[in-house]
T-cell receptor
Framework: GQSLEQPSEVTAVEGAIVQINCTYQ??????LSWYQQHDGGAPTFLSY????GLEETGRFSSFLSRSDSYGYLLLQELQMKDSASYFC????????????FGPGTRLSVLP | SAVISQKPSRDICQRGTSLTIQCQVD?????MFWYRQQPGQSLTLIAT?????????ESGFVIDKFPISRPNLTFSTLTVSNMSPEDSSIYLC???????????FGSGTRLTVV
């Protein structure tokens, strides 16, 4: 089976940098994704890492270490609009190459 | 990327009744997925729907309770049957693209069973 762990809540102030960690256990790892979901909204894609290293997209970066079964999402220059839930998701060969979602991290950005 | 229209956006239903949720995609896709998200929780896959074949259900979900149709490559429906308050949740359809690495989700259906 698969299991993913994320912190349940993170709080930071505007302009700060925050890192949301994700650890996973899976036997058929393909890649790690991050999704953002605002209250009442649908999840939206942020990033996908299949290889080790850091991927940067604007204020958001995502990191993967396959040997450590670990990844993180880094949000820089936080804005109030970044307040949302963030889900890591593992693409698993043993799950038909579909994604299994983590429990989610609720980020609150304070003024 | 694909654009998905999902409806209804929300509904309040009486227990024992059924609700059918529709998803229309603006491009042809092989697989569509149906998820359930209970308030404050993560997304749980209900089933995968391929055109022209029976849907594949995940553990804990059965066809009699959640029948799915996939009549063509751009449309799918999920029915929540014989509803109980425990079925109150958000239901989301999604499609995968970019060689299976990216999901796009519909806007969701917020279901309340009373």
């Amino acid at each position: 089976g698969q299991s993913l762990e994320q912190p349940s809540e993170v709080t930071a102030v505007e302009g700060a940098i925050v890192q949301i960690n994700c650890t996973y256990q899976t036997s058929g790892f393909y890649g790690l994704s991050w999704y953002q979901q605002h209250d009442g909204g649908a999840p939206t894609f942020l990033s996908y890492n299949a290889l080790d290293g850091l991927e940067e997209t604007g204020r958001f970066s995502s990191f993967l270490s396959r040997s450590d079964s670990y990844g993180y999402l880094l949000l820089q220059e936080l804005q109030m609009k970044d307040s949302a839930s963030y889900f890591c998701a593992v693409r698993d060969e043993d799950y038909g190459q579909n994604f299994v979602f983590g429990p989610g991290t609720r980020l609150s950005v304070l003024p | 990327s694909a654009v998905i229209s999902q409806k209804p956006s929300r509904d309040i239903c009486q227990r024992g009744t059924s609700l059918t949720i529709q998803c229309q995609v603006d491009s042809q896709v092989t697989m569509m997925f149906w998820y359930r998200q209970q308030p404050g929780q993560s997304l749980t896959l209900i089933a995968t729907a391929n055109q022209g074949s029976e849907a594949t259900y995940e553990s804990g979900f059965v066809i009699d309770k959640f029948p799915i149709s996939r009549p063509n490559l751009t449309f799918s429906t999920l029915t929540v049957s014989n509803m109980s308050p425990e079925d109150s949740s958000i239901y989301l359809c999604s499609v995968v693209w970019d060689r299976g690495s990216v999901y796009t989700f519909g806007s969701g259906t917020r279901l309340t069973v009373v």
